[in-house]
Nanobody, 122 residues
Framework: QVQLVESGGGLVQAGGSLRLSCSASGRTFSRCVMGWFRQAPGKEREFVARMWWGGGSTNYADSVKGRFTISRDDARNTVYLQMNSLKSEDTAVYYC???????????????WGQGTQVTVSS
């Protein structure tokens, strides 16, 4: 059974940093695309970042480019989202997802975590 468990969310002041973690288990993820999405109250879920677990290129939403970094640790089977220079508009529930196609579309992802809340105070 595939499990994705996010952690690392919390309350931070604008300009601060947080690192989200996504612990993955239940299958081999080396051929998966790992993505981070977020959903703010009253808004649709939106793409944040993605990468092949096996390495290679990364992709980011324009709104986070230059501030967020997606990475992985094979030994820990964990994907990270380092978030720097946080803004109030980054406030949302952040979700980790796994799929088999490089896509910004949430419907292309097969597995999802439960989400972790990130709140940025201005």
């Amino acid at each position: 059974q595939v499990q994705l468990v996010e952690s690392g969310g919390g309350l931070v002041q604008a300009g601060g940093s947080l690192r989200l973690s996504c612990s993955a288990s239940g299958r081999t993820f080396s051929r998966c695309v790992m993505g981070w999405f977020r959903q703010a109250p009253g808004k649709e879920r939106e793409f944040v970042a993605r990468m092949w677990w096996g390495g290679g290129s990364t992709n980011y939403a324009d709104s986070v480019k230059g501030r967020f970094t997606i990475s992985r640790d094979d030994a820990r089977n964990t994907v990270y989202l380092q978030m720097n220079s946080l803004k109030s508009e980054d406030t949302a529930v952040y979700y980790c997802a796994a799929g088999y196609r490089h896509s910004d579309d949430a419907t292309e992802y097969n597995y999802w975590g439960q989400g972790t809340q990130v709140t940025v105070s201005s």
